[in-house]
């Protein structure tokens, strides 16, 4: 009775069905767009004698780096024929740490 009570106060104060109102609110926004300019200046500078040294240097350590992976390289061939032979005599025995 109460519930029937409390409807008949909501149908009286907000109608039938309540209608949802909508407000227009008139808002102006203003942005401020700042643009980033970028300018490439290329400047030509007369080689010295210590570019051209550091040049030979730089090659020196290219050279370097190359040996040094070629011979990397050829460390990682040797690991994979040994891991191969590894594996061939592993399969000789057919049996595992403890002989069975």
Same mark, same amino acid.
């Given at each position: ?10 149908? /009286? ?8 109102t909508v407000?227009e *609110? $008139?808002?102006?926004?203003? &942005?401020i767009? +700042?643009v980033e ?6 400047k /030509?500078?007369?080689i010295?004698m210590v570019?051209?040294?550091?040049d030979e *240097? $730089?090659?020196n350590?290219? &050279?370097?780096a +190359?040996?040094?992976?070629k011979?990397?390289r050829e460390?990682s ?9 590894l594996?061939i ?9 403890y002989?069975?």
């Amino acid at each position: 009775m109460t519930k029937v009570l409390k409807q008949g106060f909501t149908i /009286e104060k907000y109608g039938s069905t309540p209608v949802p109102t909508v407000k227009e *609110k $008139i808002v102006e926004v203003e &942005k401020i767009v +700042e643009v980033e300019k970028v300018v490439e200046v290329i400047k /030509e500078v007369p080689i010295n004698m210590v570019d051209m040294e550091m040049d030979e *240097k $730089i090659k020196n350590y290219i &050279k370097l780096a +190359e040996l040094g992976e070629k011979k990397l390289r050829e460390c990682s061939d040797l690991s994979d024929v040994l891991r191969k032979q590894l594996e061939i005599e592993k399969n000789k025995n057919k049996t595992d740490l403890y002989g069975e």
